[in-house]
């Protein structure tokens, strides 16, 4: 399937939340070492990537689940798996490995659905940030390079890649230099390999109700600070729910020239927490951003379900998804 074509008939559906329904399993430290890192020095409880190698079976059916639901895109379960983030588990030598191994879990539930639909390799925004200092005594110390960036985000590109993903999607961006490091590497992997580019999706994260990135960006500066990349679609996740959500997703899809993206969290977390927007309420938000032309791409991020992804794909299932912009040049003045 070309996912262009789609796009122009209706809006897709992505899948919602793989820590939310991991935490359902409540599995335990011994669950997530499985037999082959049994021995291992570091505490793993809480490293989820982990899981689409010692628990593949649990990995495929969630996404499974997510499918049933009626998602058209399901993300991998490689949120984190890549060697900075995965360094807290003393893990680096094993991110080729977990993103073969997460797409093929993706893969796997895809076959198993019996419904066609794309793989998106999740890239995370990393555990480090190359805008912000992590020193208040030190504003101008980093805690990472460019070039460490880039390196590890190309090794986790190409396990997605040659585990058989269907798009790369650069999601939770809360510091625009780290993605442009993701579509360095993403650009740089294609270039050396001459594997044909996959489409790049890219969703950022507004943090609150000034409309920023957390590296302090508006979005329309975030938008312009991405479109050389020529995604396949920009949008945001994650932060906020729909009901906060809402007036950034339109002012995007007010100066998006390509396809607009959005899968929001199941509202804010209460005191404990956790996410208590029901999936009936997310789906009414959804399908007001649908009936008001704003979104191409919907979904969910904390706290979603297979009930919120459902609920969702019923509401926009005959809402035309929003028009590309017809873009005019603009005439030099006569002079």
């Known amino acids: 399937m070309d996912i262009q074509k789609e796009l122009e008939k209706r809006i897709l559906i992505i899948d919602g939340a793989m820590g939310t329904m991991i935490q359902r399993h409540k599995l335990e430290e011994a669950d997530y070492r499985g037999e082959r890192f049994r021995d291992w020095p570091s505490d793993l409880k809480g490293n989820n990537d982990l899981l689409s190698l010692t628990q593949p079976a649990i990995i495929t059916g969630i996404h499974k689940q997510y499918l049933d639901a009626g998602a058209d895109i399901i993300e991998t379960n490689t949120f984190n798996a890549q060697k900075i983030s995965l360094a ?56 990472l390079t460019f070039d460490e960036a880039v390196e590890a985000y190309y090794e986790q590109v190409s396990g997605l890649v040659e585990g058989d993903v269907d798009l790369l999607l650069i999601e939770t961006i809360f510091d625009t230099l780290n993605a442009k490091a993701a579509i360095f590497a993403i650009k740089k992997y294609f270039s050396e390999t001459g594997k044909p580019e996959l489409p790049i999706m890219i969703s950022g994260t507004i943090t609150d109700a000034s409309g920023r990135t957390l590296s302090g960006q508006t979005l329309e500066a975030f938008y312009t600070s991405v479109m050389h990349a020529k995604p396949l679609s920009v949008g945001l996740n994650c932060a906020l729910g729909a009901k906060e959500m809402r007036p950034h997703i339109e002012e995007l899809s007010q100066i998006a020239s390509g396809y607009v993206s959005a899968y929001p969290n199941a509202g804010l977390p209460n005191a404990m927490g956790e996410y208590d927007e029901s999936p009936e309420d997310t789906g009414h938000y959804l399908e007001e951003w649908a009936q008001e032309g704003f979104v191409n791409i919907v979904g969910g991020c904390c706290g979603t379900t297979p009930d919120h992804i459902r609920h969702i794909a019923d509401h926009v299932k005959n809402i035309k998804p929003r028009p590309l912009p017809v873009l005019t040049k603009e005439l030099d003045p006569v002079a």
């Open 88 to 143: 807290d588990y003393n893990m680096q030598s094993l991110a080729y490995e977990m993103n073969v191994a997460a797409a093929g879990c993706a893969r796997r539930a895809i076959e198993a659905s019996g419904k066609k639909a794309w793989v998106a390799g999740a890239i995370g925004p990393l555990n480090k940030t190359l805008s912000l200092s992590p020193d208040v005594n030190n504003p101008g110390y980093r805690a």
